[in-house]
């Protein structure tokens, strides 16, 4: 499980609390990614960084906030304004090149779950 | 923004069947495609994918086959054993946007039964 690490692997919040989902890279990738996975609805993307304090939105972002402070890290915010935040949510890192091909593998971490009480 | 449909939801095949899972995209500027595979409790690894400059790609037992025409791909796994059980889930990106910002389908449980 080596290349990219996400913690905690199970997280329990309750109603009205923030919580934090790390995620820690160490195969000098330089693009970042929040997916959420829910039964039936694939992988969405929440948010997406290329570069070291710069990120995007993805398609559904609202509830969530994110920093990419150093590299290696990721980490994902789950606010009180997420209204469904009851979900398994994976991280993921490319490198990140552009052209006609530049489109790279992404390298997911195991994923956590958050279960909200 | 780019829209992914996966066809269909579940798949129960027999040992040494094969299985086929369809996508379709709505972005005709997309041009990379790949195809991952969640086997149980693990995560999403990519098995296979296809650019649009080519038709068809080929890796032992799976193909994936691509018509820009009709915006449509899939993925045609043979001898299907029982290690190929697993959630399967199509993307589409516009690589040349940059990276990968992928647009994944709703994915499709496999199992082939002995």
């Known amino acids: 499980d080596g290349g990219i690490t996400q913690s905690p692997k199970y997280l329990f919040r309750k109603e009205g609390q923030n919580v934090t989902l790390s995620c820690e890279q160490n195969l000098n990738h330089d693009a970042m990614y929040w997916y959420r996975q829910d039964p039936g609805q694939g992988l969405r993307l929440i948010y997406y960084s290329q570069i070291v304090n710069d990120f995007q939105k993805g398609d559904i972002a609202e509830g969530y906030s994110v920093s990419r402070e150093k590299k290696e890290s990721f980490p994902l915010t789950v606010t009180s304004a997420q209204k469904n935040p009851t979900a398994f949510y994976l991280c993921a890192s490319s490198i990140w090149r552009t052209g006609v091909f530049g489109a790279n593998v992404l390298t997911f971490g195991a994923g956590s779950r958050l279960t909200v009480l | 923004g780019e829209n992914v449909e996966q066809h269909p939801s579940t798949l129960s095949v027999q040992e040494g069947d094969s299985a086929v899972i369809k996508c379709t995209y709505s972005?005709?500027?997309?041009?990379?495609f790949p195809w991952y595979k969640q086997e149980l409790g693990k995560r999403p690894q990519l098995i296979i994918d296809i650019r649009s400059n080519v038709g068809e790609k080929k890796d032992q037992r799976i193909a994936v086959t691509l018509n820009k025409t009709a915006k449509h791909f899939s993925l045609h796994i043979t001898e299907t054993q029982p290690e190929d059980s697993a959630v399967y889930f199509c993307a589409a990106s516009w690589a040349a946007g940059g990276g990968n910002k992928l647009t994944f389908g709703t994915g499709t449980q496999l199992k082939v039964e002995l």
């Open positions: 972005d005709s500027a997309s041009n990379y």
